[in-house]
């Protein structure tokens, strides 16, 4: 079965130091990937996806993912983080299941920034 | 642009009385919709899907139940809510395909006392 995994709940950093956010997914096929960002009590904002080609996918506000078959891993990075980037991160699998397509999100991974 | 809206944005039920929660997409015709709920502190548990007016699946059993009168229409309801139906709900729609991304509304905090 197709399933996502985040293995950090909690993470926090300094401002202006690296971030990763960690991701793997579990599915048969060539998975179509996807990062959303949750500010509270608001919508998922689509942060970048993968569908093929280019290993290494930008996207907005700095963050770019790097997907590796191998490591069945989709991890999420930005080299120097604001302040405002402080919020709730949702790694997906996109799946075909009855004809439709279908997101599997992984747990979230809920990211705080010190001053 | 396609832009996708819910209403209402808070609310506050009683046990027992019933849930209307309406989802709406512009710019954009015959979406796939879906409606998800987010739990505290949890993750988001698709609840219902939808491939066009009048066809909806749903994810898991459950005391909600959804509609879609029409092709940008998304509805979601309940005849007696449960304590255990308090959550962020959130739509989102969604082009044909698996390489397609989804586009979530602004979500609707829903607390049942």
């Known amino acids: 079965a197709q399933s996502v995994t985040q293995p950090d709940i909690h993470i926090t950093v300094s401002e202006g130091a690296s971030l990763e956010l960690r991701c793997n997914y579990s599915?048969?096929?060539?998975?179509?990937l996807f990062w959303y960002v949750q500010s509270p009590g608001q919508g998922l904002q689509l942060l970048l996806k993968?569908?093929?080609?280019?290993?290494l996918v930008q996207g907005i506000k700095g963050f770019e993912a790097e997907f590796k078959r191998s490591q069945s891993s989709f991890n999420l990075r930005k080299p120097s983080v604001h302040w405002s980037d402080a919020a709730e991160y949702f790694c997906?699998?996109?799946?075909?299941?009855?004809?439709?397509?279908?997101?599997?999100f992984g747990a979230g991974t809920r990211l705080a920034v010190h001053p | 642009s396609q832009t996708i809206h819910q209403w209402p944005a808070t609310l506050v039920q009683p046990v027992g009385s019933p849930l209307s929660l309406e989802c709406t997409v512009e710019?954009?015709?015959?979406?796939?919709l879906y409606w998800y709920r987010q739990a505290a502190g949890r993750g988001l548990q698709l609840l219902f899907y939808?491939?066009?007016?009048?066809?909806i699946s749903s994810e898991v059993p459950q005391n909600l139940s959804a509609s879609r009168p029409q092709d940008r229409q998304f509805i979601l309801s309940s005849k007696k809510l449960l304590l255990s139906d308090s959550g962020f709900y959130l739509c989102?729609?969604?082009?044909?395909?698996?390489?397609?991304?989804?586009?979530f509304g602004p979500g609707t905090r829903l607390t049942v006392l």
């Open positions: 599915y048969g096929a060539t998975p179509y």
């Open positions: 997906a699998v996109g799946t075909i299941s009855g004809g439709y397509n279908k997101l599997i």
């Open positions: 939808s491939v066009g007016i009048g066809q």
């Open positions: 993968y569908f093929s080609g280019d290993t």
């Open positions: 989102a729609w969604s082009r044909q395909g698996a390489s397609n991304e989804q586009f």
């Open positions: 710019g954009t015709s015959n979406p796939n």
